[in-house]
């Protein structure tokens, strides 16, 4: 029931202790040059450990790591730990990845192995 | 009721039931809707599915101490909590004190793309998570349509949604899912099939510029139902159902005996009137009396210190007590005492239901020991005549349970066989009283005789009406007429 500002408490909670729920799993440091446009905040939402989800996060991170070398941050909920967090991103399929920065607000459902799916849901940049 | 309860408690380990709290539903089903199952309400848009089924939970909360969840997947909180407030229902308050957990489900189709196999694990997780909050013990799904224009993939929707029932059933939830019905099948994506134990179908129609809502009992897994439609009304006090006649025709026949107000006429039935509670028709063309024959048996039963409530569809009140006054009755000094009432609508205000539920309403409040509808021939124009008769069995039915002594009166048309035009209501009445003109010598007169009163020995003569500025009284037997000779010259 929680409306917006209570999602941005969970947020800055997340940032200050991970684990518990939520957890970073690639976070590198924004190099000096990255504008703040260009940086994604992805928030990829399972329940429980699901083969669907474990695909999801491996896929994910494969995808960030050849097209948004450190200029990503993804953020793992697990509803099962959190359930009151589904409602803030509206989340009703599992996984759901949502793209929060930068905005437009996007989601992509699936375990995200249709990779090109991925590209285009998350207006990434071809590879050069 | 009791009756009832006797004869379902062998069974009530097969199917306990739980109740709606929705006047007439719970009637019509025994109960309620079968507990800890999944029920379907389908209808067109507008037809009531949302307003019956956050009565399922706001009388569940308050009445029966059960908390509910609804999953909103068409309206916001905000707006939900605003839409019941007209019918006295405090959402807000109702999720504070834990009895309601709303959430709001939105799907925005543009914003998402899919990319790989998936569940609807996420809408399970928040029904759980809203289910254990408040420890609820009915669910509401609001309207499961929405999913279907959310989600691409209806394979996976459609697994996904048996799942979810399933879910429900697993943890002993009693749910209503809503869906919008097909043009064919009674829900737009046959949810119908998935849904084994009870379904309910909603109807709003239009006919001839009015409007009616009804319910079907279209399955009900291991209970007797009604399977005909059944009106009913949404008005300021919410969702109620009208069944047509009650199971069980249990109401008890009064013996005792109410004055006609003209005592020539009570005469006619062995001296004492009409039965107390009973149901009284009277017709006959424009001008021979009805209203004033009416008006004098209020008149008579204020004067007892009887309360009555009069049901105008014709003139004001104003207007009847002027024309009352120049046939010796004076009504006004009851209004003012308080004895009688009147209640005047046009019969196009609103439709057959509409004024049921006023005539309800009325008569509960007002607890009269008579009533008149004058004249019932105006509501018939409003509608068929097959809506007219259930909603006339019904009326009657009521007012006989409430032991209510009724009058009603038929207009009808010279030339018209008055058996055909009173025939949707004559066999619902005790008493028939046919009033009418003729003309021997050329001087006009009313007569009047008594068609049938059921349970008395009643006279079969034809005798004058005489209406003067002294009131109401009868004239001599017309040995020249009798009812013989009149019906068989018809």
């Known amino acids: 029931m929680s ?34 446009s260009d940086f994604f905040i992805l928030r990829l939402y399972i329940a429980g450990q699901t083969p669907n989800s474990m695909s999801a996060i491996a896929n994910l991170k494969k995808i960030c790591e050849e097209r948004l070398q450190g200029k990503y941050r993804i953020e793992v909920v697990d509803l099962l730990v959190k359930p009151q967090l589904a409602k803030g991103d509206q989340i009703i399929a599992i996984p759901t990845l949502v793209r929060r920065l930068p905005p437009p607000v996007k989601k992509i459902i699936g375990n995200l192995s249709k990779t090109d799916s991925v590209i285009v849901g998350l207006d990434l940049q071809p590879v050069r | 009721m009791a009756q009832a309860k006797l004869k379902s408690k062998p069974t009530r ?8 709290g929705i006047q007439g539903l719970d009637e019509l089903t025994g109960g309620g809707l079968p507990q800890g199952r999944v029920s379907l ?27 509910g969840v609804c999953m909103n997947f068409e309206e916001t909180e905000e707006k939900l909590t605003a839409n019941v407030a007209s019918l006295g229902f405090d959402l807000r308050d109702l999720t504070r004190r834990k009895k309601l957990f709303l959430d709001y489900v939105f799907i925005e189709r543009s914003q998402i793309t899919e990319a790989g196999e998936y569940n609807l694990d996420g809408l399970f997780v928040r029904l759980a998570h809203a289910v254990k909050a408040i ?14 224009a959310g989600v691409a993939d209806t394979s996976i929707l459609r697994s996904e949604l048996q799942r979810l029932f399933r879910w429900l059933d697993d943890h002993n939830l009693t749910a209503i899912v809503t869906a919008e019905a097909g043009i064919e099948t009674l ?10 134990d009870c379904v309910i179908a909603l109807d709003h129609r239009v006919t001839e510029q009015i409007s009616t809502r009804r319910l079907r009992i279209v399955k009900y897994r291991g209970t007797s139902h009604g399977t005909d439609e059944f009106p009913f009304l949404i008005d300021e006090d919410g969702f109620s159902v009208v069944p047509i006649t009650s199971l069980v025709l249990t109401h008890k026949a009064r013996k005792d005996r109410i004055s006609t107000g003209i005592p020539t006429l009570d005469e006619m039935m062995e001296g004492k009137g009409f039965f107390r509670g009973s149901s009284v028709l009277v017709t006959g063309t424009a001008g021979t009396g009805k209203s004033s024959l009416a008006a004098n048996f209020t008149r008579a039963a204020c004067a007892r210190g009887e309360l009555c409530l009069y049901f105008t569809f014709e003139e004001s009140p104003s207007q009847i007590l002027r024309n009352m006054r120049s046939v010796g009755l004076n009504l006004e000094q009851w209004v003012k005492k308080g004895l009688l009432h009147f209640n005047a609508m046009r019969p196009t ?4 239901e509409g004024h049921l539920a006023v005539i309800h309403r009325l008569i509960s409040q007002v607890r009269p020991s008579v009533v008149v509808i004058d004249p019932v021939t105006n509501l018939i124009s409003t509608s068929g005549s097959y809506d007219v008769k259930s909603m006339l069995v019904r009326l009657v039915d009521f007012l006989k349970v409430q032991q209510v002594t009724s009058i009603f009166t038929n207009l009808t048309f010279a030339g018209d066989p008055q058996e055909r035009t009173a025939a949707a209501v004559s066999s619902l009445m005790d008493t028939w009283i046919v009033l009418r003109d003729s003309k021997p010598n050329g001087r006009p007169r009313r007569e009047l005789y008594i068609l049938k009163s059921r349970g ?3 006279s079969r003569e034809v005798r004058e009406l005489i209406v003067s500025k002294s ?20």
């Open chain 1, 3 to 36: 409306g917006r500002g209570g999602r941005a408490t969970e947020l800055a909670d997340s940032g200050r202790k991970p684990g518990n729920g939520m957890k970073k799993t690639a976070a590198k440091k924004r190099s000096a040059g990255t504008s703040r």
């Open chain 2, 13 to 20: 380990t097969l199917l306990a039931k739980t109740p709606t």
């Open chain 2, 41 to 67: 309400v389908c209808g067109k848009a507008g037809c009531g599915k949302s307003l019956l089924a956050m009565e399922f939970l706001v009388h569940g909360a308050i009445r029966y101490g059960e908390p």
């Open chain 2, 135 to 148: 420890n609820a013990k009915r669910v509401v799904l609001d309207s499961v349509q929405a999913l279907f």
């Open chain 2, 187 to 196: 829900t737009r994506h046959g949810l119908e099939e998935y849904i084994a």
């Open chain 2, 349 to 352: 205000s609103t439709g057959l």
């Open chain 2, 456 to 458: 008395m020995a009643h």
């Open chain 2, 471 to 490: 009131g109401l009284d009868l004239g001599s037997v017309l040995s020249d007429h009798t009812v013989a000779t009149h019906v068989a010259g018809q």
